[in-house]
T-cell receptor
């Protein structure tokens, strides 16, 4: 399977701070990139997706993509304790048929 | 977006037995995907299930161990056969979220399997 790398963490940030989550991928042909949030004991839920180089903002979340560096990140502004979860980076091929997931980064937001 | 009902939500099984997991989607979808998430690890794609054809398995997964059925566009099953403790995992099905524009894939609630 294709490689998607994430720092496992845990990443600890204080409430109100910016949390920065990073992901690198091995397949230069990857076309689309997704961030999922997974609470303990729950299934993953989609937060953001990005296809083009640059930034994409949605509320407190910003996804950043740099295809030349094979790097995608997720910024969470004004972090809240409810953001504490494992964040999974997912990459898929250009036919939208398969996702390859990173191992996830565990985020802890301290009140 | 598509809503997936997955069952059972959890089960404890004896080694050597088999368990069939069901996924029902509230809309017709072309492809369904089955994932495994072992304790503390990320999701690994087991296979892709198309209606009317054999499932396509990823490296390391074989049909004899994980037979899949896809009888119609809203339903699929995954069987974990001849189970061993190493099969203890969460198993998830996933489909295209069925939104326009495309907005990623939706997961079922998962089946937590413990093999003893």
């Amino acid at each position: 399977q294709k490689e998607v790398e994430q720092n496992s963490g845990p990443l600890s940030v204080p409430e109100g701070a910016i949390a920065s989550l990073n992901c690198t991928y091995s397949d230069r042909g990857s076309q689309s990139f997704f961030w999922y949030r997974q609470y303990s004991g729950k299934s993953p839920e989609l937060i953001m997706f990005i296809y083009s180089n640059g930034d994409k903002e949605d509320g407190r979340f910003t996804a950043q993509l740099n295809k030349a560096s094979q790097y995608v990140s997720l910024l969470i502004r004004d972090s809240q304790p409810s953001d504490s979860a494992t964040y999974l980076c997912a990459v898929n091929e250009d036919n939208f048929n398969k996702f390859y997931f990173g191992s996830g980064t565990k985020l802890n937001v301290k009140p | 977006s598509a809503v997936i009902s997955q069952k059972p939500s959890r089960d404890i099984c004896q080694r050597g037995t088999s368990l069939t997991i069901q996924c029902q989607v509230d809309s017709q979808v072309t492809m369904m995907f089955w994932y495994r998430q072992q304790p503390g690890q990320s999701l690994t794609l087991i296979a892709t299930a198309n209606q009317g054809s054999e499932a396509t398995y990823e490296s390391g997964f074989v049909i004899d161990k994980f037979p899949i059925s896809r009888p119609n566009l809203t339903f699929s099953t995954l069987t974990v056969s001849n189970m061993s403790p190493e099969d203890s995992s969460i198993y998830l099905c996933s489909v295209d979220g069925q939104s326009e524009p495309f907005y990623g894939y939706t997961f079922g609630s998962g089946t937590r399997l413990t093999v003893v």
